[in-house]
């Protein structure tokens, strides 16, 4: 029960905190370090970890514009894991009328976060740059312009079901202490019933005791009397039977 509504707790610190992350679902431009290279990138974060952040991106890039992004080697990038995702020589998706190879860098600000990083190339060493690939890199902010609202529904979605499933953890631990209080309740009056019948059992046995204990005493005079009557029939008999 104390988990559940530190749990509750929590959920709701979040809520109230998320207005003062401002550049949470905010499209930014940036850099990340692919290859040993530094390349230009347009980055978002999103809620969640970078595993579901990963596979979200995944479903929504598939979803959206039929592109499979794949998983790439993990890497060290700052604060916590770095996972690349890409897809070569991707088309009709709005960036350029080439081919392109597309790339979505993620990693983990925070336990709770994760930034999303996008860029892309013309093979393996012509990445967008903003003074050469304008119409391309408006093309990536389109993308990861949708997939941020995408993102940021599907979180409130996720955290609208987890809040769910804490009022039904808590509903449930209700019943549960209800029915065991209602099993105490009963065990308790007929624990009380019990002890009634036997507090009045204990009466009868005491008034028992005392009736026995009298006609005991009753009983101690009238042997005495019988064996006193027997003596004196042993002593006429003896007096007047003939002696052997």
Do not use: W
Not at 174 to 194: P, V
């Amino acid at each position: 029960m104390i988990k559940i509504c530190i749990a509750l707790l929590a959920s709701a610190l979040a809520l109230v905190a998320t207005p003062a992350q401002a550049q949470l679902y905010e499209i930014q431009d940036g850099t990340i370090t692919h290859d040993r290279r530094e390349v230009f990138a347009v980055k978002v974060q999103v809620d969640g970890t970078v595993a579901n952040t990963r596979s979200f991106l995944q479903d929504f890039m598939k979803d959206t514009y039929n592109v499979r992004l794949k998983s790439g080697a993990l890497a060290s990038l700052g604060v916590g894991k770095k996972d690349e995702l890409s897809a070569q020589q991707v088309s009709g998706i709005g960036v350029s009328s080439r081919a392109v190879d597309l790339y979505a860098a993620l990693s983990a600000p925070s336990d709770s976060t994760t930034e999303v990083a996008l860029f892309g190339a013309f093979g393996d060493k012509t990445f967008f740059e903003p003074g050469r690939t304008v119409p391309e890199i408006k093309g990536l902010r389109n993308i990861l312009a949708k997939y941020s609202t995408a993102a940021r529904v599907n979180a409130y979605r996720q955290q609208v079901a987890d809040a769910e499933n804490s009022v039904d953890a808590v509903e449930k631990q209700k019943t549960k202490l209800e029915r065991s209080t209602q099993s105490a309740q009963s065990n308790t009056a007929s624990n009380l019933k019990r002890i009634d019948e036997l507090l009045r059992q204990n009466q009868a046995n005491v008034l028992q005791i005392r009736q026995d204990s009298v006609q005991l005493i009753s009983n101690a005079q009238l042997r005495e009397a019988a064996r006193l009557n027997l003596e004196r029939r042993r002593d006429r008999l003896n007096s007047v039977a003939p002696k052997k």
